[in-house]
């Protein structure tokens, strides 16, 4: 079975597969380096995938680096649908005053850095890294429209936005005859389920595509780290300590590994990978349009993939579903959506 189809990015006529690509790992020294990178999206395009998803931020701007010295040696440009985001400050360097957030400067300005980047006269996604509430939402609304009128992007959306500023922007793009967000990407796993609160039945309801990182908890959900301390090996270990731990102090809790504890039961009487699980309950959850992976290695691409090609029997799947749904239960936040960083 190839699970690797191929469906309408929301309202739009753009066809993404229903499995993206991230690339927070390339380019940095805790992830993948430049070759093996290129043999990941190679394997990856293989298998079918045609959406990638990048950001200026990743390894300092290195991970588009990366993709666009890939799409430069391949010329595979054309069969891709690639993203990236902007927000966060400018790549590799302490950011200046009007090198962070969503003002119209700024996000002329990392376009072009982009482009640069990925060798590439345009991407075809081009997203707000996170909600920035020091810039009037008409003001980004506005940057982004002329950067698609200038050919410099297709299409536009949002990453890590609380529901109601979403639909405020609608109805300014709306009422304003502006670029809408077409795509939102956000976390969305079994022990992060704040999206499904609001979020997944607005952009239902509004034709707006849905993008989710960290199906498997950034391998929190892969049931290999012990309750004591994570795996140094891993994103939770020395990359996660130089920022502060901020993975760490998301799932480290004994809640989240209860519901661990019950996915890897569930795998082992039922025979299935326990990546299968989790990988498909985002899958089938109404609204999301495709999970987004990402590998440090050909061996853990490998070991996604075939999870993703697989399917567990209807009667695993509910038990999967059951799990989920006492944790949300009874979790004592909610999680979504993350607080913006600041301006």
Known sequence: ???????????????????????????????????????????????????????????GGRSEEVIGNFLARTGRRKDLVI?????????????????????????????????????????????VHAWDPSTPLEETLRALDDIV???KARYVGCSNYPAWVVMKS????????LVRFECLQSV??????????????????????????????????????????????????????????????RYWDDLKFDVVDKLKSIAQESGQPI?????QWVRETPGVTCPIIGARTEEQYRGLIEAWNGEAPPEVMEKVRKVAAE???????TNYPPPPPAA
């Open 83 to 127: 993203t990236s985001k902007f927000r966060m400050g400018a790549p590799g360097a302490t950011p200046g005053p009007n090198e962070v957030g969503a003002s119209r400067k700024h996000a002329m300005d990392a376009i072009e850095g982009t482009l640069k980047r990925l060798r590439t006269d345009h991407v075809d996604l081009y997203l």
């Open 327 to 333: 944790y949300a239960v009874n979790r004592s936040w």
């Open 275 to 279: 990546a299968r699980l989790s990988l």
């Open 1 to 59: 079975m190839n699970a690797v189809t191929y469906r309408k990015l929301g309202r739009t006529g753009l066809k993404v597969s229903n499995l993206c690509l991230g690339s927070d790992n390339f380019g940095n020294q805790y992830g993948a380096d430049e070759s093996t990178s290129h043999r990941i999206l190679a394997h990856a395009i293989e298998d079918g995938i045609n959406f990638i998803d990048t950001a200026d931020v990743y390894a």
């Open 149 to 151: 009128r200038q050919g």
């Open 170 to 177: 609608l109805w300014l793009s709306d009422v304003r005859n």
């Open 188 to 249: 969305f796993n079994i022990v992060q389920p704040g999206l499904a609160e609001a979020m997944l039945p607005m952009c239902l309801e509004e034709g707006v595509a849905v993008t989710t990182y960290s199906a498997l908890g950034s391998g929190f959900l892969t049931g290999k780290h012990p309750r004591e301390a994570p795996l140094e090996n891993s994103k939770f270990g020395a990359r996660d300590r130089a920022r502060g731990s901020p993975l760490t102090k």
